[in-house]
């Protein structure tokens, strides 16, 4: 139980444009969902905190209107990168956590964005 | 500043062997307590939870915490080459209302020799 499921699971873009990265919790309903990026050999940063119908919380230093989040319902979450640059190319994860659950958190397999 | 800390190692141990994996936090806040196992190039997948003071075993696996030291451990028993990655250990942020952020330390390089 409490699969996550990311896609694409790798995409190529040019600079400059956009990509939509969905999330979805194929065997549960998600409370609350959790976008990370993750730089080689570095740990985990959270960028963003959705629930389901209601606006993201992005962490500081996050620019909400690049890295556009919406929560369309207790399975889905989307992850938009706006005008993507070089400097966008990482591994972005996605965690759900479970109603009902604990604050156990469930990762989906990432998704590796590169822009050329 | 809220923070998990954890060696970055390597750790390395023998095929066999006992691993003994250390994070301690900042946040007194703090209820809830995980440990990650990474594989390189992959996601983090969750291999233990502990909530209140003690020992949780799990198979192979033992949590302990410690809530006055602050101080959460992870032992790994009869070392496997497959249990070689980086284990991450995180708490969640006190005064986080319900949306459960996890703190996570910047995990522990563990290495399994045969």
């Known amino acids: 139980g409490a699969v996550v499921s990311q896609h694409p699971s790798w995409v190529i873009c040019k600079s400059g444009t956009s990509v939509k990265i969905e999330c979805r919790s194929l065997d549960f309903q998600a409370t609350t969902m959790f976008w990370y990026r993750q730089f080689p050999k570095q740990s985990l940063m959270l960028m963003a905190t959705?629930?389901?119908?209601?606006?993201?919380?992005?962490e500081q230093g996050v620019e909400k209107d690049k890295f556009l989040i919406n929560h369309a319902s207790l399975t889905l979450s989307t992850l938009t990168v706006t005008s993507a640059h070089p400097e966008d190319s990482s591994f972005y994860i996605c965690s759900a956590r479970s109603i009902g659950g604990g604050y156990e958190q469930y990762f989906g397999p990432g998704t590796r964005l590169t822009v050329t | 500043q809220k923070e998990v800390e954890q060696n970055s190692g390597p750790l390395s141990v023998p095929e066999g062997a006992i691993a003994s994996l250390n994070c301690t936090y900042s946040d007194r806040g703090s209820q809830s307590f995980f440990w990650y196992r990474q594989y390189s190039g992959k996601s983090p997948e969750l291999i233990m939870s502990i909530y209140s003071n003690g020992d949780k075993e799990d198979g192979r696996f033992t949590a302990q915490l410690n809530k006055a030291s602050q101080y959460v451990s992870l032992l790994i028993r009869d070392s496997q080459p497959s249990d070689s990655a980086t284990y991450l250990c995180a708490a969640t942020e006190g005064g986080s209302g319900n949306t459960g952020k996890l703190i996570f330390g910047q995990g522990t390089t563990l290495q399994v020799k045969p």
């Open positions: 959705s629930n389901e119908g209601s606006k993201a919380t992005y």
